[in-house]
């Protein structure tokens, strides 16, 4: 059996790398100023002393030459990485750590999309010989020596396609080499008849100081971000700035980082080389380390890759923790633009928890509090795990000077919950509305005795709606009565008023439920003791008048808690308010006559 080659389509390949390798046309610019500068790299390690640099210069034919004074190519190179797809001058050195941007031998086909044809003239510093190679997109090429000898180096001529024009144009040019090359080693030329400028900037983000790389975030990004935290990596040869955004930003957001290659820009749409928690800041880095994959758009993700990525997420941790000892405005007003992301963070993260939980704010019986002053308070913590939860004992809680936290919100609750993991010292215990009423001060036996009727007058009373009666001692005063129920005392509520509006089957299925239930739960109505009234009601001799009351504060209770009321409770709440105003209009009356 013969052994066969396959065939590759140029221009089937032309069209692959422009629809599906390169983000968009514009990187033939990248690519030859990678060529140019890998060049320059490879000459200067030849020791040659040369004034080095990458020029484009553009032509009224709408024409442009790229030409360096590196290495240049001799025949064998020429068709060995001109025209054999995949090879690179630096094939040898993949493995390697060296001084090179590109890695595969594609970089070149990129022109393609913007050029009918590729003319490049090379002298080598090895050998003499000026060589011409004209490349077409059909996979037809020719190389032709030249009498006339060029300076060591290579110019690469393009000529634009129809529909690219525009990349032509020295606007679009030198938005280009700005945008991938402003902080190249060489000097990055463009010149147009008279006119000539440099495309370099002198120093780059990652190696200026805070207030420096801080002055360029707002001058180049127009934001006047909150802070600038140093990046490095030793494994991955990496320097960088991350910027602490000044806008709130979603967890789902797009991340994008601006990421350099020895200096040359690959994309500033890189999203996967900080940590998912690195939501609030955006970077510019620069890696000497990483290797880039073939599109040079991304790097390839192995183990040097997440390693790091993990080492740029503990520079980011180290300097937070640094900061909040050091600069504790800045860190909370990061805290601040980021508290939601933040609190998502901490409740996943045990490093950024602990980093982050004393600045984040809660609402409290107190009002909102942060974590740290809510500890400096007391170590003994009352979580409710709903919003309602909350709303029953906020009020009487503050009174008591019982400290209960809102875990109504998002991670609240976890995060509450998680603080004995902070420390042994700190208890953190869930919320029981129905039994909040043990913290309020219990009667004297004396004191119970004389309003025992009076309780179970109201036990028979409020039987039909699950409630049981206590008394209890407590603050306001002018609170009359306290209503607390939890989960199980709703849904049995719910449950009896589906009942009622249901067909037969379903409430056969309800009255199932119900009988299946161990112990049927109550909620519990909590006389104030300290009311005035309530205590006059309790001691009352006219038991007519203690139902009246009975039903009035029940009533009123779940009003004050925001319940629903279901139709039996309307139906109390409307006649109890009936009589209490005809007993109020007849007592008027008799004083008026």
């Known amino acids: 059996m013969s052994n066969l080659n396959f ?78 797809i995949g090879s690179t001058s630096k094939r040898e050195e993949l493995d390697a750590a060296d001084d090179y941007i590109g890695q595969f031998g594609v970089g070149l086909l990129s022109c393609f999309v913007v050029s009918g044809e590729i003319v490049v003239i090379t002298r080598s510093a090895l050998e003499g010989d000026t060589l011409e190679w004209r490349g077409r997109p059909d996979g037809t090429y020719s190389i032709r020596k030249l009498e006339k000898d060029a300076p060591i180096g290579t110019t690469v001529f393009l000529t634009s396609k129809e529909g690219y024009e525009d990349y032509y144009e020295w606007d679009r040019l030198s938005e280009l ?57 030793v494994i991955g040869e990496l320097e960088g700035v991350a910027y602490i ?42 890696t000497n380390g990483l290797r880039p994959t073939a599109s040079r758009e991304a790097f390839m993700e192995n183990e040097l890759f997440y390693t790091v990525k993990d080492e740029l997420g503990e520079c980011i941790k180290r300097y937070l923790i640094e900061l909040s000892e050091t600069n504790s405005d800045v860190f909370e007003k990061m805290v601040r633009i980021h508290y939601n992301s933040l609190k998502a963070m901490a409740a996943e993260d045990e490093e950024l928890y602990r980093l982050f939980i004393g600045s984040l704010s809660f609402e409290t019986s107190f009002g909102m509090m942060k974590m740290r002053d809510i500890l400096a308070q007391t170590r003994q913590i009352i979580v409710s795990s709903t919003l309602d939860e909350f709303r029953q004992v906020a009020r009487v809680a503050k009174a008591q000077e ?82 607390n129920t939890n989960d199980e005392v709703n849904f049995l509520r719910m449950a009896e008023q589906t009942r009622e509006a249901a067909n037969d089957l379903f409430a056969d299925i309800v009255d199932v439920v119900i009988h299946e239930m161990h112990e049927l739960p109550m909620a519990r109505l909590c006389y104030n003791f300290n009311n005035p009234l309530i205590y006059k009601a309790m001691i009352s ?34 006649q109890s308010f009936l009589q209490v105003l005809e007993i109020g209009l007849s007592q008027a009356g008799e004083s008026k006559s």
């Open 402 to 483: 019982v400290m209960v936290i809102n875990g109504g919100y998002v991670h609240d609750f976890e995060l509450v919950r998680k603080l004995s993991e902070l420390d042994e010292n700190i208890e953190a215990a869930v919320l029981d509305p129905i039994n909040f009423s043990n913290y309020f001060q219990d009667v004297s036996a004396g004191e119970l005795e004389v309003v025992r009727s009076f309780l179970e007058l109201s036990d028979r009373l409020l039987a039909p709606y699950q409630c049981r009666s206590v008394v209890k001692r407590f603050q306001p005063a002018d609170l009359a009565a306290l209503y």
């Open 7 to 84: 065939q590759v389509n140029l221009q089937g390949m032309i069209e692959l790398l422009s629809k599906h390798l390169y983000s968009n046309p514009g990187v033939f610019v990248r690519e030859l100023l990678q060529n140019g500068v890998d060049a320059i790299t490879a000459r200067n390690r030849l020791g040659h002393r040369f004034d080095a640099r990458v020029t484009i210069e553009l032509y009224a034919s709408r024409t442009i030459a790229v030409h360096d004074n590196g290495i240049g190519l001799t025949e064998s190179e020429i068709h060995r990485f001109l025209a054999q």
């Open 541 to 574: 001799q006219n038991e007519d008048m203690q139902k009246l009351c009975i039903e009035t504060v029940y009533t009123q209770a779940l009003l004050l808690g925001n319940y629903p009321l279901g139709p039996e409770e309307l139906k109390l709440m409307n």
């Open 177 to 233: 080499m700005t945008h991938y090359g402003e902080f190249l080693p060489v000097p990055i030329e463009l010149s147009e008849q008279d006119a000539n400028i440099t495309i370099n900037k002198d120093t780059p983000p990652w190696l200026m100081n805070k207030q420096e790389a801080l002055e360029f975030g707002e001058y180049e990004m127009n934001q006047n971000f909150v802070d600038a935290i140093p990046l490095k990596s």
């Open 245 to 286: 955004l000044p806008y709130a930003v979603s967890l789902q957001a797009e991340k994008k980082n601006k990421v350099y290659a020895k200096r040359m820009l690959l994309s500033d749409q890189i999203n996967s080389l900080l940590p998912d928690w690195a939501f609030f800041v955006t970077c510019i880095i620069n």
